[in-house]
Each structure stands twice: as structure tokens, then as C-alpha cells.
T-cell receptor
Framework: GAVVSQHPSRVICKSGTSVKIECRSL??????MFWYRQFPKQSLMLMAT?????????EQGVEKDKFLINHASLTLSTLTVTSAHPEDSSFYIC?????????????FGPGTRLTVL | QKEVEQNSGPLSVPEGAIASLNCTYS??????FFWYRQYSGKSPELIMS????GDKEDGRFTAQLNKASQYVSLLIRDSQPSDSATYLC??????????????FGTGTLLAVQP
């Protein structure tokens, strides 16, 4: 299957700081990437759809000014958690699928565990 | 609101048995269906995709799709303790394309007993 990477895998930061998470498709191009958040023992929650060259589409209830998404190329999307607070501590995961293959699989990155102190 | 439903489990099966995981979806027009496995603390891993009615086999895994009944299942033969995980059923929100959102079920926790 196609490979999606994320960096960093784990980050600990102080309350009020901003954290940037990168999502890369390593062996395919992706016009669209998805960002999810998952709290312990809970379901995946889609936060936003990242679109290459245009604005991201946010799910209802997700603050776009807090979770900044940039999709500057066909292989890279970034999620910046601005002014992070302890309640933002979670597991952030991106996914993407190859375009133009005729198949519609999406592959997840390994995730980034954010802890805000 | 398009929905995907799964029994949350836990589904407990003995080692070597067949585990049967089920999923129903609400949108009759859906065309792309996926099964992901998620170990505790890890991200989901795609294990099967299915697009046509019938069975699709890959090693110990068989996905089954019945569009008339809006039903997708995953069979795991010769279950191993390492198969113990949460299995997520997902349906492409649109009618094709990796650029469409996936609608996930809440997942079924499978526990394979040695």
C-alpha cells in the first residue's frame, strides 16, 4: 500500500504555544488529505479536509482559527495547533489516497501524539 | 446524515476460530467500502477494500459486500491473538474517489483468546 508519514510522532509543549504537524505522502500524490483527532478509547473524529492549493474544509464544531491547515504541495499538508491548551492533548492522524489510480483507498499516517502541559 | 453502524463488541473468539465482523450503512448509493484495523495507541491500517457485490479474499481475510442489504462483513480465518484489535468499517461518502471523506463506524473490538 501507499505510505503516509507524519512528523513529529510525539510532542510535548507548554500551554499557549503553537505546534505544527506535518503529513507527507511518500510515494504518491494527493490533492486531498484528511486530518483526524482521536481521544483515548474514543472513535476517530474527522477535523478537516485539506485541499491542495485551496482552503481547507472544516467539520462542524472545529475552530478553523485554532487548527490551521496548509496544503502547499501534492505531497505535504500541515496542521498547526495554535495556542494549544491541555484540552487539545490528543492523537492527531492524517490520511490520504492516491489520485488517478481508479481505486479509492485512503492510507493513514502513524499519528502524532500531542501533550499540552 | 450518512451512517455506518457496527457492533462495538467486544467480540471474543478462541484462537484458530473464524471471527465475523459486520457493518451496515445507510446510503444505498455507496460504492466503496473499507476495513481498517487499529491496534490500541496506533493509527488505523487498511486491510481490505471492496467495491463489488460478493466476496474478496486476501490471505486469512475475506470481505463480503451485499449492496442490496447494505451490508459489509469481514471474516478472519484462523484467528490469532495478534488479530486482537479494533476493526473499523468505512464507507466512501461520495460515489468514488480518494478525495472523498470516509464515514467510519465506531469499530468492533475483537479479542482472540489463546
Amino acid at each position: 500500500g501507499a505510505v503516509v508519514s507524519q512528523h513529529p510522532s510525539r510532542v510535548i509543549c507548554k500551554s499557549g504555544t503553537s505546534v505544527k504537524i506535518e503529513c507527507r505522502s511518500l510515494d504518491f500524490q494527493a490533492t486531498t488529505m484528511f486530518w483526524y483527532r482521536q481521544f483515548p478509547k474514543q472513535s476517530l473524529m474527522l477535523m478537516a479536509t485539506s485541499n491542495e492549493g485551496s482552503k481547507a474544509t472544516y467539520e462542524q464544531g472545529v475552530e478553523k482559527d485554532k487548527f490551521l491547515i496548509n496544503h502547499a504541495s501534492l505531497t505535504l499538508s500541515t496542521l498547526t495547533v495554535t495556542s494549544a491548551h491541555p484540552e487539545d492533548s490528543s492523537f492527531y492522524i492524517c490520511s490520504a489516497g492516491p489520485i488517478g489510480t481508479g481505486y479509492y483507498e485512503q492510507f493513514f499516517g502513524p499519528g502524532t501524539r500531542l501533550t499540552v502541559l | 446524515q450518512k451512517e455506518v453502524e457496527q457492533n462495538s463488541g467486544p467480540l471474543s473468539v478462541p484462537e484458530g476460530a473464524i471471527a465475523s465482523l459486520n457493518c451496515t450503512y445507510s446510503d444505498r448509493g455507496s460504492q466503496s467500502f473499507f476495513w481498517y484495523r487499529q491496534y490500541s495507541g496506533k493509527s488505523p491500517e487498511l486491510i481490505m477494500s471492496i467495491y463489488s457485490n460478493g466476496d474478496k479474499e486476501d490471505g486469512r481475510f475475506t470481505a463480503q459486500l451485499n449492496k442490496a442489504s447494505q451490508y459489509v462483513s469481514l471474516l478472519i480465518r484462523d484467528s490469532q491473538p495478534s488479530d486482537s484489535a479494533t476493526y473499523l468499517c468505512a464507507v466512501n461518502e461520495g460515489y468514488g474517489g480518494a478525495t472523498n471523506k470516509l464515514i467510519f463506524g465506531t469499530g468492533t473490538l475483537l479479542a482472540v483468546q489463546p
